[in-house]
């Protein structure tokens, strides 16, 4: 039996098939979706707290179609997670939901780079990067429009260590 391999972009492209767009944009209630808790006395404004709100039967559907994406193929152990932007500043985006393990960029909320951005205006795109490959895939909600971004990346331990 031929040992078949799926790329990075095929599992991102099975894996944005399943994931709801509309359940991404209700993770966050709507009291927390404008403004970010800022931590006092912090010298970075988009430093936030560690309160942790959100609606949790889309967190945990969004969560568990991540964690099946990074089965997909059963050669490869890639890492997912969800992106968003952040509704008070569009440039700056924020991981929403992680499958197995966090992307190597962090959780904080960030300036995003040109990869994820053209993923964000509706291109998936391959970026190669020392230590592996990542992809971005972008998700939409029921409208068609794109809610976030999906980030499918190889997993190097040495790399997120």
Known sequence: MKRSTYSLMEIARIGALFLQG???EDVMPPER???PLRVANSPNPFAVGDEIDFVEEHFNALKRVLLLTERIDPHRSPLTALWIR???QPTHGEVMVAGGGLPQEGTHIQELWPEILRAFSGLPTRWDRDGGT????PIRNSDE???GVLEVSDHVPEFFV
């Open 22 to 24: 509309d359940q991404l």
């Open 33 to 35: 979706r404008e403004y």
């Open 86 to 88: 952040r509704p008070e």
């Open 134 to 137: 990542t992809v971005y895939y």
């Open 145 to 147: 429009d794109i809610v």
